[in-house]
């Protein structure tokens, strides 16, 4: 059995070692969050031929089944008592199918009809997602345990989005540029099937890597972990603890705004090779470029966010780098719009678009740290409240909903393709000026609306850095209570 900290004696610092093998498991999880929103669609619309409604539906019902797993895994995390604590087996558990399923995903069967095809991707993707949920729930709840003190989580979780950036962008850039990368004859390119064997074996295996290095280099600190609750615990008796747990106005206010940022994330990342190789008609290398820019931007951000939280607060410092990063974020295509553009091909268009890059790339890593900080920061705040620790439901609930609503994200970008009148095998430079035109002004209203919302909901968060030292002195008062 795992035994509780107060058997072991207080737990060593949590060195930049174990800190660095924590985060790096966020690096699967990206990887594969970035290949589902970008390249999927893509590739089973244009490259395999499968309709883009019939792709966005798929997207959609694996993502609200995988998100009803969330919660559940998050409760079982929570009570699981083994020697392994309470997170690690899971996490170790899911490494092999987990990588398995991003191979075959981008690697169906050729010949087969559509009905088929649809069959086969939606079994691939439900797998994705629920190993995916096997570890990355458990991996979650981590944080607030390695991490207590206000500005100790933020550097933890920047230091997680800094692996994050790698997985995702890292990863695109590498497709990009080199296995998915044109060839001089003009040939290859991410419309052409043949590459994505190499991607997808490429993304399996540093799937595979991550999660068991992540698992492994941080076993050292199960025996400081919280352990599980010793009490049985009846079906009726865990959804009353839940409803109890999850009735917490940090928590639903946090909550609801991911779930408005996850609903623009999923139609904006939809869209976003769309944009690209139609609206601007950018070249291949001129994207692997873009890409590059935005890795940088990421690891920027990665600085920025403590900085920023050390200064204004998660709080504030959130809302203010999130509204600048959404005003950046629509200029070019705004401009477009207007005619105020430079024609496409320009050097000066592709200069705004690497500008606008790798300001918005900047901002939006610096808010994604903000954000999983603010959240991870309830977890405090519930157990004042309700006495139990219980980091695996609160941070899989917010997935919950975040996943169940983001769905709605991935299928606007695929009714925006349709009621743009996007062709299958649509090539770049012959789509009509109105299709794109009717995609950009079906673009802006709706990615303002929805994170302009969700930049509205941050004044309601109520926790601030005396709220959570607060907190922290009532923990520890109550434990030493019961220690005497």
């Known amino acids: 059995m795992t035994k509780a900290v107060t058997d072991v004696g207080e737990p060593p610092r949590l060195g930049l070692g174990t800190k660095v093998l924590y985060a790096v498991g966020s690096t699967a999880t990206n990887l594969k969050a970035r290949a589902l929103s970008t390249l999927l669609v893509l590739f089973y619309n244009q490259v395999v031929g499968l309709p883009p409604q019939m792709v966005g539906l798929v997207l959609t019902i694996a993502l609200v089944l995988d998100a009803?797993?969330?919660?559940?895994m998050g409760q079982v995390s929570d009570n699981l008592r083994s020697r392994w604590g309470r997170r690690h087996p899971f996490m170790l558990a899911a490494a092999v199918p987990y990588a398995l399923g991003f191979f075959l995903l981008f690697n169906p069967p050729q010949g087969w009809s559509d009905q088929a095809l649809v069959i086969y991707l939606a079994v691939c993707l439900l797998s994705i997602r629920v190993f995916d949920t096997l570890f990355e729930v458990p991996h979650q709840a981590l944080a607030p345990e390695l991490a207590k003190g206000y500005d100790e989580r933020t550097n933890l979780l920047a230091l997680r989005q800094f692996f994050a950036v790698a997985g995702g962008l890292g990863m695109q850039l590498l497709a990009l540029n080199v296995l998915l990368a044109e060839r001089p004859d003009g040939t290859g390119g991410m419309l052409d099937r043949s590459g994505y064997f190499g991607y997808a074996l490429t993304g399996g295996l540093v799937i595979f890597a991550t999660v068991v290095i992540s698992?492994?280099?941080?076993?050292s600190r199960i025996p400081y972990l919280e352990p599980a609750p010793t009490r049985r615990i009846t079906l009726g008796a865990m959804v009353r603890e839940m409803a109890q747990t999850l009735n917490n106005r940090a928590f639903i206010v946090?909550?609801?705004?991911?779930?408005?940022?996850?609903v623009a994330v999923g139609a904006r990342n939809g869209l976003e090779l769309y944009f690209g190789l139609y609206f601007w008609e950018l070249k291949q290398w001129q994207l692997g470029v873009l890409a590059t820019i935005?890795?940088?931007?990421?690891?920027?951000?990665?600085?920025?966010?403590?900085?920023?939280?050390?200064?204004?607060?998660?709080k504030h410092g959130c809302i203010a780098v999130f509204a600048t990063a959404v005003l950046v974020h629509i200029t070019p295509v705004s401009l477009r719009l207007l005619d105020l553009a430079p024609p496409n091909g320009s050097t000066a268009l592709l200069w705004l678009i690497y500008g606008e890059e790798i300001i918005n790339a900047t901002l939006?890593?610096?808010?994604?740290?903000?954000?999983?900080a603010i959240i991870a920061d309830v977890v405090e705040d519930a157990e004042v409240k309700t006495g139990r620790r219980s980091e695996g439901l609160l941070l899989s609930a917010n997935a919950m909903f975040r996943k169940m609503i983001s769905s709605l994200g991935i299928f606007m970008a695929t009714s925006v393709l349709a009621f743009a009148g996007f062709a299958e095998g649509a090539k770049p430079g012959q789509v009509p000026d109105e299709v794109l035109r009717t995609l950009g002004m079906a673009y802006i209203p709706l990615i303002v609306g929805l994170y302009g919302v969700a930049v509205a909901l941050l004044f309601a968060y109520n926790i601030d850095r005396s709220k959570h030292d607060a907190n922290l002195a009532t923990l520890r008062d109550r434990k030493i209570a019961t220690e005497t």
């Open 364 to 372: 939006a890593s610096a808010t994604a740290v903000l954000l999983a």
């Open 254 to 262: 946090g909550v609801l705004t991911m779930i408005f940022i996850a």
């Open 68 to 72: 009803v797993l969330d919660p559940i």
């Open 294 to 314: 935005s890795t940088v931007g990421g690891f920027l951000g990665v600085a920025l966010a403590p900085v920023v939280s050390r200064i204004l607060g998660k």
């Open 215 to 219: 698992t492994l280099g941080t076993a």
